[in-house]
C-alpha cells in the first residue's frame, strides 16, 4: 500500500489528506498532520472521501430521459437536449424560471464560469452554491 498527497474535494475548505492506494484502488483515507488548513483533522465527509470513487453507483455517463427511462447517451446529445429544455423554459416563462446550483467539488474558475453563463446568458441572477447548505 502505498500514500499519495491530496485534497479532499467534497467542500470548499480544501482539507489535507492521503489516500491510501492499494492494486491501484483508493481503499482509505488519513488526514495530513501537517496541512495548514486541517492540521490533522477531516470532517466524517473526509474520512469517507474515498469511497465513492470506485462505486458502481458512480455516474460514468450522461443520461438522458426518453420514453420515461433515463438512458445513457454522448455528451454532445446530452448537451444539445440541455441548451434546447433551458432556451425553451427561458422563452416560454422568462429566464428568472431557471435556476443554477453550483458546487464546492468545482474549481474557483469553474463556478466563476457558471455564474457568468447564469447572469450573462441565461438571463438570471438566480445561482447558488451548494457551500451555503
Ligand atoms: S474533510 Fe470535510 S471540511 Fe475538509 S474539505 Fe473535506 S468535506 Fe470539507
Not at 423554459?89 to 447564469?118: H, M
Request: one cysteine or more; a positive charge.
Amino acid at each position: 500500500m502505498r500514500d499519495v498527497l491530496s485534497v479532499c474535494t467534497y467542500c470548499g475548505c480544501g482539507c489535507g489528506l492521503y489516500l491510501h492506494v492499494e492494486n491501484n484502488q483508493v481503499v482509505g483515507a488519513s488526514p495530513s498532520r501537517n496541512h495548514p488548513v486541517s492540521r490533522n483533522n477531516l470532517c466524517v465527509k473526509g474520512w469517507h472521501v474515498h469511497e465513492f470513487i470506485h462505486s458502481p453507483d458512480r455516474l460514468s455517463d450522461p443520461l438522458v430521459r426518453k420514453d420515461g427511462r433515463l438512458v445513457p447517451v454522448s455528451w454532445n446529445e446530452a448537451l444539445d437536449v440541455a441548451a434546447a429544455g433551458l432556451k425553451g423554459v427561458k422563452e416560454r416563462y422568462g429566464p428568472d424560471r431557471i435556476g443554477v446550483l453550483s458546487s464546492a467539488k468545482c474549481s474557483n474558475e469553474e463556478n466563476y464560469i457558471l455564474q457568468k453563463f447564469t447572469r450573462a446568458v441565461l438571463g438570471t441572477n438566480n445561482i447558488d452554491h451548494c457551500a451555503r447548505l
